[in-house]
């Protein structure tokens, strides 16, 4: 049975178990401050073309997210997100947890739109309610959609306009660089929002994030705040080794684009059998619409997830590709539904 059910199934990539075994044995400084965590800065510093920015190593999204979010806001202030946003659905309350208001906006194709972020100031218009402070986008978003560079710059200019913190989450940022329909770079993501992170561990590597802070008034005391959550690494060279190696010949940018083409033949294989998708296929999360009475079949190859239920007989499935799907588990997966039409 194989698993499309999400895109870290497997361990690492073999370049980075690689570079770990090499480093094995070898003496590092703790907490981050190594030689290769220096080095893995460098490397994704010279993709931003930007040294203005600091870097930090976080083992996992969830710890990221809570991190920054707890970090910057006050105690009255709240985060907007889309209703589909991972720290709204899939973090448990994580953010409720430290205190902050998310305030969930519907949105479509799970981005989060200007008028949205408008309405959410509008409603929020006093001290008798928490008071909206950042904006939380996903890219790619939950539904496998990205945000263009056009739509970017209108969220970060509404931001500025209202004194907003703009954070944009990167759990799955290489899928959405690599994307067909993407027109953003790392350069310029740098230049619009105030802090987001590049995802490792949903892209090749064993675990870790690197949050990139490029507002100079959040990075004050930020070591402080991830040690005082847990999440300061004594071995942070194992984050750091990992990052170098993503980022020292553009590794990262190569596994992403595979995740994005394995998904690319799946989407194309079905759109010709006549499925219709639950939203756009852009990345390597894809939402085909399928009848409930295949489903049972379905699940006796592959592990998958059901997003939504579209109707009485429907239901909205999602596939993850990774940087390790085969391409003979493609075939697979494609045999199946020309076996069943």
Known sequence: MYSFMNDYSEGAHEKILESLMKYNLEQNVGYGEDKHSEKAKEYIKGHMENQDVDIHFIPGGTQTNLISISSFLRPHEAVIAAHTGHINVHETGAIEATGHKVIAM??????????????????HSDEHMVKPKMVYISN??????????????EIHNICKENNLILFLDGAR??????????????KEIANLVDVFYIGGTKNGALLGEALVITNDKLKEDFRYL????????AKGFVAGI??????????????AKHANQMAEKIVDALENLGYKFYAPSMTNQI??????????DLSKEFLYSIEAKVDENNSAVR???????????????ISF?????
């Open 106 to 123: 519907d949105s479509k194709d799970g981005k989060l739109s200007i008028e949205s972020i408008k309405k959410a100031l509008n409603i």
């Open 140 to 153: 790619t978003t939950e539904l496998g959609t990205i945000y263009t560079k056009n739509e970017l710059k």
């Open 173 to 186: 940022l290489g899928s959405a660089l690599t994307s067909k329909g993407n027109d953003l770079s790392l």
């Open 226 to 233: 991830i040690k005082q959550k847990g999440a300061l690494m």
């Open 242 to 255: 990992q990052f170098e190696t993503l980022f020292e010949d553009d590794l990262f940018f190569t596994l």
């Open 287 to 296: 939402f085909p619409i399928l009848s409930d009475h295949i489903l049972d």
């Open 319 to 333: 596939f993850v590709t990774s940087w390790a799907t085969t391409e003979e588990s493609v075939s697979k997966l």
């Open 337 to 341: 539904f020309e076996n069943i039409k």
